[in-house]
């Protein structure tokens, strides 16, 4: 009985205490969408054909991490483990919702967010930029929200205020993702009564009469600059500020078209690194600079379809790389795909007060960790059952060099698991993890009939967890994930399998009370071809 009502009073007290002193920072995290980390000079180097002298200018000032990742090579379950501080496969299924950005919520209003915490610690809490987290919309027939049937004219249900921001302004989904619409504090903005598209994949759908795609960027910086300026002298502040560049559509404002060499896909990667610059400068004009952390990063690598063809193209990326860009860096893979392309994203920290310019962390971290990380520097000491996958990397703030607490971490593709410990890395599939039908190789399906071939014989469930079902690189020594090890090392496999099961089943991968996941049943063999299914025995 005692246990029990100790869990109870943990779920009431997200966390235990607040030593609130007078100079607790302010917080402002960047969020790109679809920038990979070879899109940024300071990791790319000669391989980057962009400048981005403010991203550049930021990671000069203060810290670059180098072994940053996503928790999914795609941008929705990334974001929920962003908010949340927890893997985004323990969430249960999204609430019933339509197409695109009419998704309903990813998770119960009651979940402990970022908004929540900071809320709790006295900070005011904003959100800009694209949300595609889900809402609740009211409907003119009482039904699930679909392209047809939203009342614009009245505001949603379960948007950014139910999980905690003071502030919102945001577009429900993606650039090319209708409603193509902002909603300010969950109020429709405008006159919703047209119907648009636009390049890449053209889907029309319900539209604000004067909504552009290129304008969207400059809005969503101007509404940033605009909350830092509203903000009251004395009380901390926190902004989550999330970009809709370079995702598709290519859609950069007209003072940054043809500003580039690289052409209209550099274009919008120049905005992206505009939208830091203004962010600084409305810090230093409202005199609270030194004192802002300042975090800037991306929900996963660059899109291979995406590139100086405004139509979405298949693989169109390489015809980037011909021309000495390589969005990528040096790895392999990009959005969707399990490989480093896709996971591996620029992480760059700056905080004047407390970090010292030029530093470079190669501790692993991962955007889960980003809960814990802030929940320290705002002098907040979570409970054991809040953020269960979140680990702080505060220390590293203040001094880079040293080791990083975090040893293993979990991601996925649009799928398949992937599962890093130490400089090891599994994938619990034979390929790219994803279809390929945008220019991952090798694709999901001629993967699988490649290795059932090798193997030989209709496997077990549990063949599928060794090769060749599966992936093993040593980073260490091939960054590019060229060697595939785990015909070598089938103990490093076996127990690197364990060690997802384990966390799976613990609820949690940090240290704590074991928990109960919100889905049941989560199997580590994700998404396996219908002509695999059939063939287990």
Known sequence: ????????????????????SDDR??????????????????????RCQIDTPNIDALAGGGLRFTDAHVNASVCGPTRAAIMTGR??????????GGAWGFVGPRFVTSTFTLGKMFQGAGYRTGYVGKWHLGTEMTTK???????????????????????????????????DMYPYAFARNNVWQGEVTAQKGWSAFNR????????????????????????????QEGKPFFLYLALTGPHTPT???????????????????????????????????????????????????????????????????????????FSSGPHRGYKFSVYEGGLRVPLVAHWPKVIEPGGESAALVGMNDLMATFAEVAELK??????????????????PGLDGVRRNLIMQSTGPFVVRDGNWKLCLCPGSGTHGRYGNEPPSDDAWRTALERFGAAPLSSDLNKSPFVQLFNLTNDPHEDHNLAADHPDRVADMVAL????????????????TNDRDGININQRLPAFVRKQLK
């Open 25 to 46: 920072p302010n917080i402002v995290f960047i969020l790109a969408d679809d920038l990979g980390i070879g899109d940024v000079e300071c990791y790319g180097g000669e």
């Open 87 to 96: 893997y985004p496969w323990r969430l249960g299924k999204a609430q019933p």
């Open 382 to 399: 979570l409970n054991p059952i809040s953020a269960p996958d979140s680990i702080s990397f505060a220390r590293l703030l203040r001094n």
């Open 141 to 175: 027939d009482g039904k699930v929200q679909s392209e047809t049937n939203v009342d614009y004219k009245k505001p949603l249900k379960i948007g950014p205020p139910q999980y905690g921001f003071d502030d919102s302004f945001i577009l429900p989904g993606s650039l």
């Open 1 to 20: 009985m005692r246990s029990y009502i100790l869990a109870i009073m943990m779920l009431l007290v997200p966390f235990e205490s607040v030593v609130a």
């Open 251 to 325: 859609s950069p404002g007209k003072a940054f078209q043809g500003k580039s060499e690289l052409g209209v896909y550099g274009d919008f990667v120049t905005e992206v690194d505009h939208a830091v610059e203004r962010v600084v400068n409305a810090l230093k004009s409202k005199g609270c600079y030194e004192n802002t952390l300042v975090l800037f990063s991306s929900d996963h690598g660059a899109a291979s379809y995406a590139g100086n063809i405004l139509k979405a193209t298949p693989g169109q990326i390489r015809l980037l790389e011909k021309q000495g860009h």
């Open 500 to 515: 997802l099961r384990k966390q799976i089943r613990d609820g949690r991968s940090t240290s704590g009370p074991t928990l």
């Open 204 to 231: 029309v759908g319900p539209a604000e009469k004067d909504f552009q795609d290129h304008e969207v960027l400059e809005t969503f910086y101007r509404e940033g600059e605009s909350f830092i300026d509203g903000q």
